[in-house]
Structure formats: C-alpha cells, structure tokens
C-alpha cells in the first residue's frame, strides 16, 4: 500500500519520537566537534503531498539571514532524502574548526572546494548520524548519496522541490547554539515508495516497545 | 531506596510507554505520567513520588528547567535523566543540578535493571 491514509496520529507520535532520538544522536556529535552546547527543538512530522510538505519545511526553517540548503539522498528498503538548512554564521564556525582564519566569510563568498567540503563535513555530522540512528532503531542500512548544494541564499524552500503530485512523510527538527544565536534545521523525508517498508516497520516497533 | 511510586515526565507517549514497558517487575509500582516539566512539577509536589524519570527536550518548560525547579522545592528528589540529548554538556548540567543519573533513550531492559540495581544499592 502506498497511500498515506494509512498512517494514524499514533504513528506520527512514533515517527516523532524516534526523530527526536536520532536527532538527538546527531547533534551530539556535531556538539563533540564544535566543542559547544546545541539547544535541540522538539521534532514535528507532517504527512501530504509536496504541497503540505512545501508549506510544512518552510513553517518550520529557521531562517536569520538567507542560508543554503544542502540536499542528500538515502536509499535501502528506506528511500528518502534529508534537506540541511545551514545559516552563514554556521558555515563561519565550520570554517574555524577547519582550521580557516576566515572566520568572517559568507556561503556566497566561498569557493566551491571549500564550499563542498563545509557542506560534506556538516552533512557527514548530522545527516548521516540522524538516519542512521533512526535506521539502527529500525533495524535497517541505509546508503547515502553526496551532499550537495540544492538551494542558495534562499529563506524558503521553492514550490519545485517537492513533487506536488507525490505523497511523503516529513520530519523535521532545528537546533541552535551560542545561546540561539546560531542555528539550523534539518528535515528528512519517508518516500512514498518506502510506505508499504515503513507501515511494517512502524507495526514491529510497537510489537518491540510499547 | 525503597521505589513504591514512580513518575515520567516526558512530552511524548510513545516515550512514556517505552520506558515503563522495560521496569522490571512493574505491577510492584505506581506509575504517574506527566506530559510536560509544569504538570510534572505539579504531579511531584502532589503525588510526592520516590523516582523521577525526566526528559529533557520538551516544549514549553524543558527538562532543565523542570530539574531545576524540581530540585528547589525538594533538595532529595531523585530523578533519572531519560533523554535523547547524548551531549556530554547536558549530562554535565544535570549531573550539577542536581540529577542522579542519566539514561539515553531508547531505554532497554538491561540498562533499566541495572539502573533500578544501582538505585537500591546506593541512593
């Protein structure tokens, strides 16, 4: 079945909470590695058709100042594709971890290379921990696309992101550090093609934990 | 420590069930839910439980701030920390404020069996 009637409250509770456990794991590491303390929001899920997910991601970017939104695709018996919004000053103290003295440099000023390799380390941090510690919980292996680039100094996802046409399940949490000066959001997706894996999926962590 | 009357403070249900379904021997215990830090500060000071199980990421009024009220009104709470933030700084903040432990989620049952073993051994 690939409808999304499919899927209850009580469903969305679940994919809630186990957002907020890989979210969770994944900002730890990004906090080992910048060496500060993130301020974790309390996930949200939202269910429809690219449409209710376009509205959806852009409630809930945090959006200062225009910021890039890096894209990564996964893919097993999970499909889906998980979206980075990353703010300038981020990219600033991404930069001073690396090891730059530019600490003052703007997305828009950078090279591509250093471009690259930012988005690629961030990513690595938060994607990549974030679905797999969901994957664990469901007893899944994912594989993962290269990050790259999908939007620029935007404030907003644009209505061509997501197939208006397509059905999908969102999750989205944001986070933010230096007292909420600094932050981000990042939102993954459950593909329609994966609903009939997740309807499953959802059924054996209930048996398993509740 | 004697454990007769537990209570969960955590915003999701789904949490709330996870933990309670892995206490060992649960029907020796009452357990009282709470949905947020207010209504958990509230249950606390009403219900005067033994354990406090507490999340940390919660809208409103979060678990850092709940443990700091909580730990105000009664200096003896004994609360476990049940969160999904793995930072080293929030188990730092909390281990400060006050908590006794810190658990990550999701909780299995042989770290709620040790955990519950460490209590009556220690507290």
Redesign the interface.
């Known amino acids: 079945m690939s409808d999304i009637s499919q899927f209850t409250e009580d469903d969305k509770?679940?994919l809630?909470?186990i957002m907020?456990?890989g979210?969770?794991?994944a900002?730890?590491e990004l906090?080992?590695a910048l060496n500060t303390?993130?301020t974790?929001?309390?996930p949200k899920v939202s269910m429809g058709n690219g449409e209710d997910i376009t509205e959806f991601a852009n409630e809930n970017l945090l959006v200062n100042d225009e910021l890039s939104i890096v894209e990564q695709g996964f893919w097993g018996n999970w499909n889906g594709t998980a979206y980075l919004g990353i703010p300038s000053e981020l990219v600033a103290e991404m930069l001073n971890i690396m090891g730059f003295d530019e600490k003052e440099k703007k997305v828009g000023d950078l090279e591509d290379e250093e471009r690259t390799m930012i988005f690629a380390q961030v990513s690595s941090l938060l994607i990549n921990s974030c679905i797999n510690k969901i994957s664990d919980?469901f007893n899944e292996e994912n594989t993962f696309s290269a990050p790259h680039i999908l939007l620029d100094k935007v404030t907003e996802f644009s209505d061509e992101v997501f197939d208006e046409d397509e059905e999908m399940i969102m999750a989205e949490a944001r986070f933010s550090l230096n007292n909420d000066a600094i932050g981000g959001s990042l939102f993954i997706t459950y593909n329609q093609d994966s609903f009939g894996w997740l309807r499953s999926a959802i059924d054996t962590f209930v048996e398993e934990?509740? | 420590m004697e454990i007769k009357k537990i209570l969960v403070i955590d915003d999701s249900a789904v949490a709330r069930k996870m933990l309670i379904r892995v206490v060992p021997n649960k029907e020796e215990y009452e357990f009282i839910q709470a949905g947020g830090g207010k209504e958990g500060l509230e249950l606390y000071q009403k219900e005067k439980p033994d354990l406090v199980f507490l999340d940390l990421t919660m809208p409103e009024m979060d678990g850092f701030q709940c443990l700091e009220v909580m730990m105000k009104f009664d200096p003896n709470a004994k609360v476990i920390i049940n969160s999904a933030d793995a930072q080293k700084e929030a188990k730092e903040r909390v281990l400060a404020l006050g908590a006794l432990k810190v658990q990550d989620k999701p909780p299995s049952e042989e770290s709620m069996v040790s955990m519950l073993g460490w209590l009556e051994d220690n507290v």
């Open positions: 509770e679940i809630i909470e907020n456990m979210f969770g794991a900002c730890a906090a080992e303390f993130i974790i929001s309390v919980i934990n509740l």
